[in-house]
């Protein structure tokens, strides 16, 4: 499903990603751990593609991503894959169904298709009184949760998710875990977090430790 090969990345004359190779099977659920600077969220960001690798390849479902051109590599990300941001990454002025409607807006679908489908998502989500709010009236679970459907707008095939429970009290930690749990069984994605939560790590298949660049 997803193959890192020989991945490097640095920043001027620091590297911090040294040769990561990885594989992540379909309808896995993988967590990167380690501690802060050791190139999990540079990791993740490759694999979404939102960064390029000083050098490697990243295959998603046999495709090399970053043989692409960056107009095709915007689409491709569109469609396949899903983020979950620890603050969220909502916009302040739209509401929660506006939010999550913003990747079907991307890639030009019509409202009377795309509409039906943010609100389907936010009822199954726990959300349905809910949709006309904006983030700042929103709690923080009520928010991740805005995310997730966002994430699973255009049931993609990989959702990556970044310190997800970061922000979050105990109560929503524990109901973002049962979330993602729930989100592998009904839709079937491939999920990698990054985090530091070694609760949100034990609902994983396979944790991954990243020291100093590397996979260990």
Same mark, same amino acid.
């Given at each position: 499903?997803?193959?890192?090969?020989?991945?490097?990345?640095?920043?001027?004359?620091?590297? *911090?990603?040294?040769? *990561?190779?990885?594989? *992540?099977r379909r309808g896995e659920i993988v967590a990167i751990v380690g501690k802060s600077g050791a190139g999990k969220t540079t990791l993740l960001q490759i694999i979404g593609t939102l960064d390029r690798p000083t050098r490697g390849r990243v295959l998603i479902e046999?495709?090399?991503?970053?043989?692409?051109?960056?107009k095709e590599l915007a689409a491709f990300r569109n469609r396949h894959i899903g983020f979950i941001f620890q603050?969220?990454? !909502?916009?302040?002025?739209?509401?929660?169904l506006e939010n999550v409607c913003i990747p079907a807006m991307?890639?030009?679908?019509?409202?009377?298709?795309? =509409?039906?489908?943010?609100e389907k998502l936010l009822r199954e989500l726990g959300l349905s009184d809910r949709m006309g709010h904006k983030p700042n009236e929103l709690s923080g679970g009520e928010k991740q949760r805005v995310a997730a459907?966002?994430? @699973?707008?255009?049931?993609?095939?990989?959702? !990556?998710?970044d310190e997800p429970t970061g922000s979050l009290d105990?109560?929503?930690? =524990?109901? @973002?875990?049962? !979330?993602? @749990?729930? @989100?592998?069984?009904?839709?079937g994605q491939t999920i990698l977090l990054v985090t530091h939560d070694k609760e949100l790590a034990a609902i994983a298949?396979? *944790?991954?430790?990243?020291?100093?660049?590397?996979v260990k």
């Amino acid at each position: 499903m997803i193959e890192v090969k020989d991945i490097w990345k640095s920043f001027g004359t620091l590297e *911090v990603l040294k040769g *990561v190779n990885l594989e *992540v099977r379909r309808g896995e659920i993988v967590a990167i751990v380690g501690k802060s600077g050791a190139g999990k969220t540079t990791l993740l960001q490759i694999i979404g593609t939102l960064d390029r690798p000083t050098r490697g390849r990243v295959l998603i479902e046999g495709t090399d991503v970053f043989a692409m051109k960056d107009k095709e590599l915007a689409a491709f990300r569109n469609r396949h894959i899903g983020f979950i941001f620890q603050f969220h990454q !909502l916009l302040p002025e739209f509401t929660a169904l506006e939010n999550v409607c913003i990747p079907a807006m991307i890639a030009r679908e019509k409202e009377t298709e795309y =509409k039906p489908r943010a609100e389907k998502l936010l009822r199954e989500l726990g959300l349905s009184d809910r949709m006309g709010h904006k983030p700042n009236e929103l709690s923080g679970g009520e928010k991740q949760r805005v995310a997730a459907a966002r994430a @699973l707008m255009m049931n993609p095939d990989i959702i !990556l998710a970044d310190e997800p429970t970061g922000s979050l009290d105990e109560k929503n930690k =524990k109901e @973002l875990s049962e !979330l993602l @749990l729930k @989100l592998r069984k009904e839709y079937g994605q491939t999920i990698l977090l990054v985090t530091h939560d070694k609760e949100l790590a034990a609902i994983a298949d396979r *944790v991954i430790e990243i020291i100093d660049g590397a996979v260990k």
